[in-house]
Nanobody, 121 residues
Framework: VQLQASGGGLVQAGDSLRLSCAPP????????VGWFRQAPGKEREFVAL????????RYADSVKGRFTISRDNARNAVYLQANSLQPDDTGVYYC???????????????WGQGTQVTVSS
């Protein structure tokens, strides 16, 4: 069962985007949700995660201070507010779910198609 990421687009350096992640139904209630990204020719990398009750959040060093992860369990949605975007932020952004607080992609499930973010200089 896949989590659907949306909200990507083509933006200029310094712009912002708000990505959304929609878990299907209530399948992932109680799970931590993570955002990952993958640039062409590179491995998928951790971006941010948020626990079920939002009590724990983690960010990759490369996005700290620029990205904010949040969730609204009543709306069954997880968000990634990405500010001050840079060309190095370009990639396909995915959301996925896991138990616990982990950043390894192989420990997550529910990978969907992702949403493309392209940042031009």
């Amino acid at each position: 069962v896949q989590l659907q990421a949306s909200g990507g687009g083509l933006v200029q350096a310094g712009d912002s985007l708000r990505l959304s992640c929609a878990p299907p139904g209530r399948v992932y209630d109680g799970y931590t949700v993570g955002w990952f990204r993958q640039a062409p020719g590179k491995e998928r990398e951790f971006v941010a995660l948020i626990s079920w009750l939002s009590s724990t959040v983690r960010y990759a060093d490369s996005v700290k201070g620029r990205f904010t992860i949040s969730r609204d369990n009543a709306r069954n949605a997880v968000y990634l507010q990405a500010n001050s975007l840079q060309p190095d932020d370009t990639g396909v952004y995915y959301c996925a779910a896991t138990r616990g607080i982990v950043i390894r992609p192989d420990l997550y499930e529910g990978w969907g198609q992702g949403t493309q973010v392209t940042v031009s200089s």
